[in-house]
Nanobody, 123 residues
């Protein structure tokens, strides 16, 4: 049974940092490209970051470039999203996702999803 478990969200003040984690079971993340997406109330799902299974290469959405780092620890079967300089507009539910092949910005192309972790940034 495949599960992606997201964690690390919370209520924080603007300007601080958070590290989100996504631990997989039932699949080996070394064989998958992994992505982070977010969705705020009333808004469309947005690509945040991705890391490919191969080389690896990393990719970032325009809204978070320079403020986020995606990484993974294959030994722990875990992918991370390190976020800094958080802004109120970063408030959203953050989801990790997995797919075989290339990193893609469309969430519809991903096969597995975590349950999401809430990030709320207060001003």
């Amino acid at each position: 049974q495949v599960q992606l478990v997201d964690s690390g969200g919370g209520l924080v003040q603007a300007g601080v940092s958070l590290r989100l984690s996504c631990t997989a079971s039932g699949l080996t993340i070394a064989h998958y490209s992994m992505g982070w997406f977010r969705q705020a109330p009333g808004k469309e799902r947005e690509f945040v970051a991705g890391i490919s299974w191969g080389e690896p290469s990393t990719y970032y959405g325009d809204s978070v470039k320079g403020r986020c780092t995606i990484s993974r620890d294959n030994a722990k079967n875990t992918v991370y999203l390190q976020m800094s300089s958080l802004k109120p507009e970063d408030t959203a539910i953050y989801y990790c996702a997995a797919r075989r092949g290339y990193v893609l910005v469309s969430g519809s192309e991903y096969d597995y999803w975590g349950q999401g972790t809430q990030v709320t940034v207060s001003s």
